[in-house]
């Protein structure tokens, strides 16, 4: 045992059974202005697939896919390959990933309510410079903006609604976030199909909305309250107790108190977060803050909702009728969330994360099927086989909805303990957008190069993902965000890796 118990060792026993509190409407009111940060980050993945899909936008910036568009039916699968193209979409994606890493010591030092004013303020100033942009450098410099937005809303969001969310409906209120997320995408996708009857500048206007979710986040973010876990570890304990009752609707909350302020000591002795995540203890945490994200990702959804009015266009559906196919899966992805909020502190997430995915598999396999036998270079599919394919993409976003979608954010942000739950959440961000950066710059060319194949590629991934979770991941329903710790400690796996007891590390610190 480590210096007769001089090291802070964090949550040092389990309380859960002592936990008091209600769901106030003070923490349902800040929950939900704090996931409006979602509505950011899901406005943009709807809006840029609409927008590089409009004749003014492309004769505008990108002229040759103007050209190769007009030729439709020259290959159907690469008529939109081009980088630049990509490049659009895709540097918000990069942007997000350096500001994330940037996010986390001010998440960590300043408070999560700080990260969400700089994500909110970021994004306002990068959809101003997209709508008025002259050139493809102010096009690029304002998806930079919003990229350091997402990257500091995304960091913090989650984290927030982690720490304010009673322990019985964190699962429920976590997916605030990606309710948000599915809304922004399904009101992205109509304002796309109402902006495009507006040439040629309806683009500006799809563009130019983003700034209205962003002052709602960064003028909602000057109005909450900080979280009672950031507040103590900032060293405000009797402001963090206040916020606690408050939130909890009782003055009965010394057991979840004890274990804020344990967890505070312990992450107010460490000096490298980062270093710190490293150590074998945190291994779990570690390899679940890589994988979710990245599995979430290479489901395959991003290709899908970026692309979605492209993709449906390539498969022979005139403009209108691909917006209006990529509205429909954008409505079908925000009602799925739903289904995800009711279920997920019932059957918990292994559940809904394995249902899902084998779901998934069967949809992605029968869109390449349908592709790969009615639909080649000079061909159209037929009207029947293109409804079927919108079916079984509706499906496939159906499933994705109430598992990967919001537990891929979900799961990593209530695992970590408190000394390295920034920095965690800040790799889980930077991982998230470093596979939507890839996938957003390659998928046109993967389009192109594997054809039906690409659906097969993606299925493969959500079978890989589904085993994992099967093996791999404890189930968090119901358990306390400050000691998850212990499942690590009683799972088959795990066990075996953390060692009994805290590592001492250089500064004296676990």
């Known amino acids: ?58 004769r505008e910036f990108f002229h040759s896919v103007y050209i190769s568009k007009q030729h ?163 060293g405000s304990k009797e402001r963090g107790r206040k916020v606690l009752e408050r939130i909890r609707g009782t003055d009965k909350v010394d057991a979840e108190f004890e274990d804020m302020v344990d967890a505070s000591e312990l992450a107010n002795s460490i000096k490298h977060p980062f270093r710190n995540i490293l150590k074998k203890r945190n291994r779990p945490q570690l390899v679940m803050a890589i994988c979710m994200p990245t599995f979430q990702i290479l489901t395959g959804i991003n290709s899908i909702l970026f692309y979605a009015p492209v993709l449906f266009q390539s498969m022979g559906f005139g403009g209108n009728a691909s917006l209006y196919s990529s509205a429909v899966t954008g409505a079908v992805l925000a009602g799925s969330t739903f289904i995800s909020i009711a279920a997920v502190d019932r059957l918990g997430r292994r559940v809904l994360l394995i249902s899902g995915g084998i779901q998934m598999i069967i949809c992605q396999v029968i869109v390449a099927i349908i592709l790969g036998l009615k639909f080649g270079d000079n061909q159209e599919l037929s009207k029947g086989y293109s409804i079927l394919v919108v079916i079984v993409i509706c499906l496939f976003v159906l499933a994705f909805g109430w598992s990967w979608g919001p537990l891929g954010w979900t799961v990593p942000s209530e695992i970590f303990p408190l000394e390295i739950r920034s920095a965690g959440q800040s790799i889980t961000v930077a991982v998230n957008l470093l596979f939507t950066f890839i996938i957003a710059q390659c998928f046109l060319a993967m389009l192109c190069h594997f054809k039906f194949g690409i659906f097969l590629f993606f299925a493969s991934w959500i079978t890989v993902m589904t085993v994992f979770v099967y093996f791999f991941l404890p189930e968090t329903k119901g358990v306390p965000i400050e000691e998850i710790i212990f499942l690590w400690r009683k799972h088959w796996f795990w066990k075996k890796i953390i060692p009994e007891y805290p590592e001492v590390d250089d500064n004296h610190s676990v």
């Open 1 to 58: 045992m480590p210096a007769g118990g001089l090291v802070p060792t964090g949550v040092a026993k389990e309380r859960a059974e002592l936990y008091q509190g209600r769901v106030t409407l003070y923490v349902v009111i800040a929950c939900i202005v704090a996931a409006v940060g979602g509505s950011i980050f899901g406005y943009d993945i709807g809006i840029s697939g609409g927008v590089t899909s409009m004749d003014g936008f492309l």
């Open 72 to 234: 439709a039916h020259e290959n159907n699968y690469c008529k939109y390959d081009n980088q630049g193209l990509a490049a659009f979409t895709s540097s918000l994606y990069f942007a997000g990933l350096v500001a994330s890493l940037v996010a986390s010591p001010i998440t960590r030092k300043y408070g999560r309510r700080t990260s969400i004013i700089c994500g909110g303020f970021s994004f306002l100033v990068g959809a101003t410079v997209n709508a008025a942009a002259q050139n493809v450098a102010m096009l690029l410099f304002g998806r930079i903006m919003l990229g350091v937005g997402i990257g500091f809303g995304n960091q913090a969001v989650p984290l927030y609604l982690s720490e304010m969310a009673p322990t019985h409906l964190r699962g429920a209120l976590n997916m605030m976030f990606q309710l948000a997320t599915t809304l922004g995408i399904f009101t992205a996708n109509m304002v796309n199909y109402g902006t495009q009857k507006l040439e040629p500048w309806g683009w500006r206007l799809s563009l130019g909305l983003a700034a209205i979710p962003a002052t709602l986040m960064t003028v909602g973010g000057c109005l909450l309250p900080e979280t009672p876990n950031s507040l103590i570890e900032m």
